[in-house]
Nanobody
């Protein structure tokens, strides 16, 4: 069984930075397609960023491209999301998710494993 545990959320002022972590157990992060999603109050869960296990292309939502960076540490079996230039509209619960093979879509319904989420709040 794959277990994902997020950490690193918190309260930050607009323009600030945070780094989210997702510790993975039960499977090597190097052989999972992994991503970050977020859900704001009253909104559906949405894709933020994805990193296929094969490496290479990183995927980002248009709203975060250029500000967020996804990366992993295979030795630590951990996925990260570096978030810079945070905006109030980035406020949400951020979830780490994984799937054996993402195929052609990073839709939330296609992910097999989820963490419990970590709250990110950006004040104006």
């Amino acid at each position: 069984q794959v277990l994902l545990v997020e950490s690193g959320g918190g309260l930050v002022q607009a323009g600030g930075s945070l780094r989210l972590s997702c510790a993975v157990s039960g499977r090597a992060v190097s052989i999972l397609d992994m991503g970050w999603f977020r859900q704001a109050p009253g909104k559906e869960r949405e894709f933020v960023s994805g990193l296929p296990w094969r490496g290479g292309t990183q995927y980002y939502a248009d709203s975060v491209r250029g500000r967020f960076t996804i990366f992993r540490d295979n030795a630590e079996n951990t996925l990260y999301l570096r978030m810079n230039s945070l905006k109030p509209e980035d406020t949400a619960i951020y979830y780490c998710a994984a799937v054996e093979s993402v195929g052609s879509s990073w839709h939330p319904s296609l992910m097999d494993y989820w963490g419990q989420g970590t709250q990110v709040t950006v004040s104006s």
